[in-house]
């Protein structure tokens, strides 16, 4: 058991307690130490220092505008904001009916969601996107449309939407076809 005191190579000094090496080593790991190996804390704001580069380079790759708040905060939203970004939208091309009930398709929503993802995209408050970290961007932009939605279905319902008002509710019950009448023809 031997506490040694080093230098590390950071230039930080410490203690260090070894059990696995010979008294006439000691002193040739010393200076290893110093060439080579950082304190804890120098090595841990190493790695992430070059995660935050890393998430840099690559919001600079997608057109990604720059955070503001305090460095902390920037180098923790830089990873949020990427891992946000990487899921998929609520909605895709091609996708069937988006809400059937209120007769809006995807293709309605499309463009509003393109809106919205931009929105997102250009928001730069590293403490907002702190406050989603625990969202998807399908959370998200779903959360955005919302107040769209709410009001593409009031359209939809004035301007001859395939739902009846809630008043003429009961009536899509009565419009079934009696027998004979599925096929088209008159019973009569
Ligand atoms: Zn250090």
Redesign the pocket.
Known sequence: MASISVV?S???SGVEDRTDIKSESIDNWIIWVKANK??R???FAGIKAKLTREATEQARLLGLPSLHGSDKQISWALQVRLKILNGPPPIREGSKDYDPNVNITARDVLPMQEEVLTEIRNNSSSKWWIEQKDKTLEQLVLEKLKDVMAKMTENKRDFGGSVPPPDEGPAVEEQEPDEGGADGKSPF
């Open positions: 590390y950071c230039g930080h950082m304190c804390p120098c090595f």
